[in-house]
């Protein structure tokens, strides 16, 4: 699906003021906790050649009573960073108050949250107070996996005269249980870029994962996949962080990371998704996708099986049986499916279903 967009991107975000190569590297706090805290992560991240810094200063917390930022006092510490370091400065804002006082500091790229992007209210009212204030802006995508509500934010921003866009993606909430703290659902930050090829697209492992242990794998797929930087949250000590602790790396650990990254060669201008590399890696989605449905498939027959025990029914139905099969050959042929591959499998699950009911059954 091609985006009805219209927009000319073409002065989208040019990193090269910045004089950065990619993978672009952002990194700094979660939060900016104390004045030594800020600008001893800028100066050992400069050391490591790093020349973009973050730093939360004003912190969405999903529940109230955490901690949420240290607030305006942060700017006085960044200006410092800036001149001790002359790294570009990057926050999160996420209200008008946020944009004026940002601004009057210096700050060079402004972040929009997961949660405001959610919020079209809130990025409108974001958006008009930047007009004729042409600073990058990087906007996360939704905590909820729309794109098009992604595509709605970066329009916003867009048409009030803002042509410095990217997009970070962080990943996705979920209620189910997963190894991530946010789903990454990589077919989202791919389609995005498949819709708005122009847009810098950088990937932000550390609120993907949620831990330091998925860091390195996460930041691999999103250069695999020719994503174009990566930010990464960095603290002297991560394990007394005010928040984000599981999620942090010192800035020695961020250095070891990079240098054993493999930096991918520059694929054809935009993400092509005929390189063997994003179809291996859709397939690897499509699988993960087919074993979840299997899982769930199983924990339905294991409820079933212990329904037909109580109420003392036998395991085989064969008309169901026969329903079930007929409706997916017909199904299937209709998507192209061949009609014994489509009985094969569907013949395998049955009886997967059958030796889990027999086991239930029998006590086994
Ligand atoms: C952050 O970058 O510190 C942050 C709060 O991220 P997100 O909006 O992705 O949750
Ligand atoms: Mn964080």
């Keep these: ?27 700094g706090p ?11 992560t800028a100066i050992a991240l400069r050391k490591f050649g ?14 109230p009573n955490s901690f949420e930022g240290v607030g305006s006092i942060a700017l006085e510490w960044l200006k410092t960073v800036k001149s001790e370091t ?45 007009k004729g204030i042409d600073i990058p802006i990087l906007i ?50 791919v389609e995005l870029k498949t819709r708005i090829p122009e847009i810098p697209l950088l990937c932000d492992p550390s609120h993907i994962s949620g831990n330091r242990q998925l860091l390195k794998d996460i930041s691999q797929k999103a250069i695999d996949l020719n994503f174009d930087g990566l930010m990464i949250e960095t603290h002297p000590s991560p394990d007394k962080a005010w928040s984000d602790a599981k999620q942090q790396i010192t800035p020695n650990s961020l250095k070891h990371m990079i240098d ?48 037909k025990k109580e109420n003392k029914m036998t395991i085989l139905q064969p008309g169901r049986w026969e329903n079930v099969i007929g409706k997916s050959i017909e199904r299937g042929l209709k998507k192209n499916l061949n009609k014994d591959f489509i009985s094969n499998i569907f013949k395998s699950i049955h009886q997967e279903s059958i030796n889990k009911q027999n086991k239930i059954m029998n006590n086994r």
Excluded at 5 to 18: A, E, P, T
Excluded at 30 to 40: F, G, L, W
């Design 30 to 40: 979660c939060s900016a906790e104390t004045e030594e805290q800020t600008i001893q």
């Design 140 to 189: 996360k995508n939704p905590v909820n996996p729309d794109v098009n509500l992604w595509i709605g934010a970066i329009e916003r921003f867009y048409k009030t005269g803002i042509t410095k866009i990217g997009a970070i993606h962080r990943g996705f909430s979920t209620y189910e249980k997963s190894i991530y703290r946010n789903i990454p659902q990589w077919q989202i930050p």
């Design 50 to 63: 790093i020349k973009i810094f973050r730093a939360g200063i004003w912190k969405p917390r999903t529940r």
């Design 260 to 307: 054993n990254l493999v930096i991918r060669e520059e694929l054809p201008k935009g993400i092509s998704l005929d390189t063997i590399e994003d179809l291996r890696y859709r397939i690897d989605q499509c699988d993960d996708e087919l074993l979840n449905i299997l899982e769930k498939r199983m924990n339905l027959v294991h409820s079933i099986g212990i329904y």
């Design 86 to 130: 002359g790294m570009f400065l990057a926050t999160e804002v996420a209200n008008v108050k946020h944009i004026y006082e940002s601004l009057k500091a210096g700050i060079d790229i402004l972040w929009i949250g997961a949660r405001t992007t959610a919020n079209p209210f809130a990025i409108q009212e974001i958006a008009e107070a930047l």
């Design 1 to 27: 699906m091609k985006t009805n967009l219209n927009l000319n991107l073409k002065n989208i975000f040019d990193w090269s003021i910045i004089q950065e190569d990619k993978p672009i590297i952002i990194s």
